[in-house]
């Protein structure tokens, strides 16, 4: 069993950064691809960003690239998702997702992911 454990939301100004930490509980970052993905008000949840297990695979949603890095470190064993030039529409509860996984490619599918954390706010004013 993997427990997520998110930290970092908050409120900023628009153009302002966060950093948004994952950190698994129950065992190692290393052989688990990891995803970022986000609910907002009235919203579905989406995809945001992914990399796959050593980190050398990632993927952004389109509306991030640029702006997002999603990056992990196993000898922290945290991953991380780094959020500049935040915009109002990034207000969401970000959630990190784990899937047990060695593929080369990270994932992007949320069917995909079996682990999920518990969600963290992150409010953008305008």
């Known amino acids: 069993q993997v427990q997520l454990v998110e930290s970092g939301g908050g409120l900023v100004q628009a153009g302002g950064s966060l950093r948004l930490s994952c950190a698994p509980s129950?065992?190692?970052?290393?052989?688990?691809?990891m995803g970022w993905f986000r609910q907002g008000p009235g919203k579905e949840r989406e995809f945001v960003a992914a990399?796959?297990?050593?980190?050398?695979?990632?993927n952004y949603a389109d509306s991030v690239k640029g702006r997002f890095t999603i990056s992990r470190d196993n000898a922290k064993n945290t991953a991380y998702l780094q959020m500049n030039s935040l915009k109002p529409e990034d207000t969401a509860v970000y959630y990190c997702?784990?899937?047990?996984?060695?593929?080369?490619?990270?994932?992007?599918?949320?069917?995909?992911?079996?682990?999920w954390g518990q969600g963290t706010q992150v409010t953008v004013s305008s």
């Open positions: 997702a784990a899937v047990l996984s060695v593929s080369s490619v990270a994932v992007v599918a949320d069917g995909a992911y079996r682990y």
């Open positions: 990399c796959n297990w050593s980190g050398r695979s990632t």
């Open positions: 129950g065992r190692t970052l290393s052989s688990i691809g």
